[in-house]
């Protein structure tokens, strides 16, 4: 059984048709790509899958699970965990806190524990807490603990935003554009990092990228999209000579 399986997605925006009849399949492990020009649907994608739309038409299954319709935080709770194109950090928190909120979803305690105080919810702030640190620790963030986000280079930002989709532990790992704004050396040392989570955490892991050094080095296999629709499915070397990826990329497909 696939870990994820993706059959005939299509949303509509009023009369705008942004995503037409999309499938894909992902199975355990699998670390694969998404690309296509700007404005072909990508990010649409994502944002099914991450439960931030409902999709217009199409079902989307998850470790055996329809997850259509369902919250973010729900799809979260199942596994899936995702970064955005433009990070997105609480940027008046610490990095630490960063990270303990990304285990809101199994608190394990109610409201009144919170204000009174239970013994479950100081059990439950604990292992927050120690998670939170071990992930920090695995990925050499512990020294910026205390820290504020936006005080941080813009490289070690990205790491932050990782570690707390980390922190989930999650089994779907959903990146959006991780090498936007990277410098080339930045982009090579995300290349690395990225090789490092897949096997260090045993993650699927599933890539929006414009790099394409970053996706031709990482990536096993990708799909490419062009106005909604799937135009090819390969690995890196098939995507890199298919006419129709030509096409879509530069216009012309006598290039």
Known sequence: ?????????????????????????????????????????????????SGFYKPTQGSIVFNGQRINGLKPHQITALGVARTFQNIRLWNDLTVLDNIRLARSVWLGYSFWGAIFRTRRYYQAEQAIEKRA????????????????????PYGLQRRVEL????????????????????????????IRFIRWIHDEFK???????????VVMNLCQHMTVIDFGSAIASGTPEEIRGNRDVIKAYLGDDTL
């Open 1 to 49: 059984m696939p870990l994820l399986e993706i059959s005939g997605l299509t949303q509509r925006f009023g009369g705008l048709q942004a995503l037409t009849d999309f499938s894909l399949r992902l199975q355990e492990h699998d670390l694969v790509g998404l690309i296509g020009p700007n404005g072909a649907g990508k990010t649409t994608v994502f944002n099914i899958v």
């Open 133 to 152: 640190r071990d992930v920090l620790a695995m990925i050499d963030l512990s020294a910026h603990a205390d820290e504020l986000p936006r005080n941080l």
């Open 163 to 190: 570690a707390r989709a980390l922190a989930s532990n999650p089994r779907l790992l959903l990146l959006d554009e991780p090498a936007a704004g990277l410098s080339s050396a930045d982009a090579d040392d995300l």
């Open 203 to 213: 993650l699927t892991i599933w890539m929006i990228e414009h790099q394409m050094k």
